[in-house]
């Protein structure tokens, strides 16, 4: 297949980018680079040693998107590209909004005129919301807090109807959790811009003294430890996830990709101290406005659908999120 990656120099599409390089495929990817660096895209073909097709081009801008589709023949689409950092969209929702949104619809009218309908979409666990029962399964209400999450519920349902209105799509929706780790070879990972927001970048800042501590936000939440739950999920897999949900496309789909299993931010801090040999310092910090204090996954229907099964546990994604860090140094 000759799959173009939307969003495709960014961390989990990078690492789409090599499992599906590595399983045979073909990649074609688009981004503006606006959360990326040209670097990663060398990055890829030194670990696959094959050559990827970049284009530096806008979503928003549909010339662009246009010279990928008259350039390639494409058989599939997987749309990463987009913002989505859940507090920055509290302060700018316009940007959110026009970015995300704006962006799928040219890519829904680019593929359509050239007759590609095949598309898997990244969405996210944040479409639950604070979810009332655990773990969550595809038919667990929806709901969300921010503007970022209303631009993936909008899309789901865009998607829906476009799938609705023309029964020859095959779009699937792939609900990532937490995504965390890096590719084996420490080539490719997460390294965001500025002062992280997420817990992994965040404690891989102090690990590396660019920041003093970590602060924990609340430890008095109704979980084992006090501290809240989430899915981690090696981004390996979850990239693997996408070459299983691109060799069982038909119609329109919902897939959560997690471990089903949750783990605390005191065992993520803990775990990532065995992985880097030294303490993470902390401090208990007040709860953080919008957090549910725990979530994960059912992921039986990726595993029964699509054959999916996460292999790799909380200590891979320290250790080989800790091993690009060291690389990058
Ligand atoms: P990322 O920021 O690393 O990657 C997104 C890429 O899209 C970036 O490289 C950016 O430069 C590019 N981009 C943004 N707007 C663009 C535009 N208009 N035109 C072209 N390129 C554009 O993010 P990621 O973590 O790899 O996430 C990928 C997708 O998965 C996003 O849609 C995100 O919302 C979703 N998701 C991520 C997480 C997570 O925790 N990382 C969780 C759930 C869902
Ligand atoms: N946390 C801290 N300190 C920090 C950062 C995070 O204690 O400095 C805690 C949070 O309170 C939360 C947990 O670590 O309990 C995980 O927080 P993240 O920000 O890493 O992840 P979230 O689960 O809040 O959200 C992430 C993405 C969303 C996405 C969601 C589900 O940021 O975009 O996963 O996929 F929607």
């Not at 969209?89 to 026009?98: D, E, G, I």
């Not at 639950?128 to 519920?153: D, F, M, R």
Request: glycine fraction near 8%; charge should be negative.
């Amino acid at each position: 297949m000759k799959v173009l990656l939307t969003g495709g120099a960014g961390y989990i599409g990078s690492h789409t980018a090599v499992e599906l390089l590595r399983a045979g495929h073909d990649v074609v990817i688009i981004d503006n680079l606006s959360n990326a660096n040209e670097s990663v895209i060398e990055n890829i073909q030194k670990i696959v040693q094959r050559p990827v097709n970049f284009y530096h081009g806008d979503l928003l801008n549909p010339a662009d998107l246009d010279r990928v589709f008259a350039d390639h023949k494409i058989d599939a689409v997987v749309h990463f590209a987009g913002y989505k950092a859940v507090g920055e969209s509290v302060a700018k929702p316009l940007m959110y909004y026009q970015n995300n949104l704006v962006s799928t619809l040219n890519l829904l009218e680019t593929t359509t005129r050239y007759g590609v309908k095949n598309l898997i979409f990244s969405s996210s666990a944040t479409v639950y919301g604070i979810p009332e029962k655990l773990p969550v399964v595809e038919e667990s209400p929806l709901s969300t807090l921010s503007p970022y999450g209303y631009t993936k519920l909008a899309i789901e349902h865009i998607l829906t109807d476009v799938a609705a209105a023309d029964p020859s799509w095959n779009i699937t929706m792939l609900r990532y959790f937490n995504p965390v780790g890096a590719d084996a070879s420490g080539l490719i990972g997460e390294s965001p811009r500025g002062i992280p927001n997420n817990l992994f970048p965040f404690i891989m800042r102090v690990a590396t003294g660019e920041l003093p501590e970590l602060g924990i936000f609340g430890n008095d939440y109704d979980t084992p430890d006090g501290t809240c739950v989430r899915d981690y999920i090696h981004v390996t897999d979850l990239a693997i996830g996408h070459i299983c949900a691109l060799e069982h496309l038909g119609g329109l789909r919902i897939y959560n990709l997690g471990t089903g299993r949750g783990y605390s931010v005191m065992e993520c801090v803990q775990e990532f101290s065995r992985a880097c040999g030294f303490g993470i310092p902390y401090v208990i910090k007040p709860r953080r406005a919008g957090d549910a204090p725990a979530i994960y996954a059912d992921p039986t229907r990726a595993a029964n659908e699509l054959n999916w099964h996460a292999q790799r546990d909380l200590a891979d994604m320290c250790r080989d999120c800790w091993k690009y860090q060291k690389n990058k140094q």
